[in-house]
T-cell receptor, first 112, second 112 residues
Framework: SQKIEQNSEALNIQEGKTATLTCNYT??????LQWYRQDPGRGPVFLLLIRENEKEKRKERLKVTFDTTLKQSLFHITASQPADSATYLC???????????FGKGTRLHILP | DGGITQSPKYLFRKEGQNVTLSCEQNLNHDAMYWYRQDPGQGLRLIYY???????QKGDIAEGYSVSREKKESFPLTVTSAQKNPTAFYLC???????????FGEGSRLTVL
């Protein structure tokens, strides 16, 4: 069966360090992989999208990698700040239709 | 301002009652989505629609129904057949196959 797994439910990182979150998938052939940020009680907000033929994408302090051989994406936040504390969700977009499936998310806590 | 509007933000319902959640977008997007989120969980896809007058079941469609009579609107009905309807419901839209999802602020349904 199809599955998306994000490496941990919660992650504590010291302020200023790099936070790395993992998204693994099985039995998918995604055209795109997306990362979203969700604050408590709010709708998710889009951060980055990476295509299957791209290895890496950057936006300010954010970096996403996509390895279709390993079936894995890594999401990095460099020089982390307490304001980066939130839940981060990865989402897969299947090749043959508009169906978009989410992982369970990782709650990131940046400790001052 | 362009965006997605969900209403009501909070809703209480007695067991055995149907309830309809509203989702309206003025982004001129073709695709719209409904997700359900339970505490500490990711988003699970209920229904999605790629075009007016057409929609597809997601992973947890049982006990829910939708309609897509207008491009701007994608209402979700939670029927009495849904065994555990208390949850946070999120509506989203997307403008293109390679685009990101834009989410509303969510509707929190509590069954008493």
């Amino acid at each position: 069966s199809q599955k998306i797994e994000q490496n941990s439910e919660a992650l504590n990182i010291q302020e200023g360090k790099t936070a790395t979150l993992t998204c693994n998938y099985t039995n998918y052939s995604p055209a795109y992989l997306q990362w979203y940020r969700q604050d408590p009680g709010r709708g998710p907000v889009f951060l980055l999208l990476i295509r299957e033929n791209e290895k890496e994408k950057r936006k300010e302090r954010l970096k996403v990698t996509f390895d279709t051989t390993l079936k894995q994406s890594l999401f990095h936040i460099t020089a982390s700040q307490p304001a980066d504390s939130a839940t981060y969700l990865c989402a897969l977009d299947e090749m043959d239709d508009d169906k978009i499936i989410f992982g369970k998310g990782t709650r990131l806590h940046i400790l001052p | 301002d362009g965006g997605i509007t969900q209403s009501p933000k909070y809703l209480f319902r007695k067991e055995g009652q149907n309830v309809t959640l509203s989702c309206e977008q003025n982004l001129n997007h073709d695709a719209m989505y409904w997700y359900r989120q339970d505490p500490g969980q990711g988003l699970r896809l209920i229904y999605y629609s790629q075009i007016v007058n057409d929609f597809q079941k997601g992973d947890i469609a049982e006990g829910y129904s939708v309609s897509r009579e207008k491009k701007e609107s994608f209402p979700l009905t939670v029927t009495s057949a849904q065994k555990n309807p208390t949850a946070f419901y999120l509506c989203a839209s997307r403008g293109s196959r390679s685009g990101e999802l834009f989410f509303g602020e969510g509707s929190r349904l509590t069954v008493l």
